[in-house]
């Protein structure tokens, strides 16, 4: 697969930079085994397994999120290009892998639990909650993936190259820290509503 | 007299045609339709609203395409590699929430909607990303 294969090495007279891999396959069994817990859960409606995913899966995008939004990103965005150039090289190919198998065991196992406690029912009283978190997470949906991943991926290709455009990578940081962190504020809204479904 | 020299200019200072908001609004429309949808399960939503946002989406889809076929020069092969590698990873999000769907009895015009809506979702991430990607490549 060309996207994951290793970026060549720099050429002579060019400073050794670290090997770009965009997406770093020794992460995919991982993802795989994740995703199969995930159907299987689903599959048996087996209540533990959902729960699991669902919290384990949640708690993990809330708090990444949280921390990469007001943390990580303020102190990113105070870095020197080269030094956010190293940072990016090693965390954004994790956060690629990261992300998108801790949503999908999140929405997946969230939405059976839904169903199972009849909250997707229109006349349950926590049926307004309910679609308040899926209004939430489709708002998160549209800036992360129309935003968020693109930038964290296009900072990759660009690290790829022979001489990055530090202009280029400082501009798709800025938009992955600002994206990122509206993301992080939006999880403070399904904080509440979840422990409000849940008490 | 010889011309003065220009510049080059470089991938990131290229206008673009407005692709990625484009393609935010399309996710937008898709999200709104799912949502409608799913916030009745397993029951039926009234289906004129879900596909009106059907609707809206594959037209937003269908500018986009038209829109990138006229960007020149454009790293097309760029673009193609990402978007067939992200096409894979997010048929592999869309399956998993439409066997979701078909697990809890969705049947009928609500699961030929909410699949629609998936692929209309599956098919706009690649575009987003791949775009991203290939509008700063240098192209000849």
């Known amino acids: ?199 | 007299m010889a011309a003065a020299p220009t510049a080059p200019v470089r991938p990131f200072e290229r206008k673009m045609p407005p692709v990625t908001e484009i393609g935010a609004a399309s996710m937008i429309a898709i999200a709104a339709g799912v949502i409608y949808m799913a916030s009745y399960l397993p029951k039926k939503a009234p289906l004129g609203i879900a596909i009106a946002l059907l609707a809206v989406a594959a037209s937003l889809q269908v500018v986009n395409w038209v829109l990138l076929s006229r960007i020149r020069p454009f790293a097309r092969d760029r673009f193609l590699q990402v978007a067939r590698w992200t096409l894979l990873a997010y048929a592999v999000i869309a399956g998993m929430i439409e066997f979701a769907f078909v697990y809890d009895h969705t049947r009928g015009v609500q699961l030929v909607l909410l699949t629609l809506m998936l692929a209309l979702f599956m098919l706009n991430v690649p575009v987003l990303v791949a775009f991203t990607v290939a509008r700063f490549q240098a192209v000849d």
């Not at chain 1, 999908?104 to 308040?132: E, K």
């Open chain 1, 1 to 199: 697969m060309a996207v994951a294969a290793e970026a060549r090495g720099a050429p002579d007279g060019v400073a050794e930079r670290p090997q770009v891999q965009v997406v770093p396959l020794r992460g995919l069994p991982i993802v795989a085994l994740v995703l199969i817990g995930v159907i299987v859960a689903i599959a048996r409606d087996e209540r533990w397994g959902l729960v699991f995913c669902h919290v384990v899966g949640g708690g993990l995008w809330t708090g990444i999120d949280l921390f990469v939004g007001f943390v990580v990103g303020p102190i990113v965005g105070r870095m020197s290009i080269p030094a956010r150039v190293e940072f990016s090289t090693k965390f954004m190919p994790k956060m690629v892998l990261i992300i998108p198998t801790i949503v999908t065991m999140t929405l997946a196992a969230g939405f059976q639990l839904a169903r199972q406690d009849g909250f997707l029912d229109t006349s349950h009283p926590n049926h307004a909650w309910v679609v308040a978190s899926m209004c939430v997470v489709g708002v998160m949906a549209v800036i992360a993936l129309a935003y968020l991943e693109p930038a964290s991926i296009a900072v990759l290709f660009e690290l790829r190259k022979p001489q990055p455009d530090g202009e280029v990578i400082a501009t798709l940081m800025r938009r992955f820290m600002y994206t990122a962190g509206i993301t992080g504020a939006m999880q403070v809204a399904t904080l509440v509503i979840m422990t409000r479904l849940v008490s």
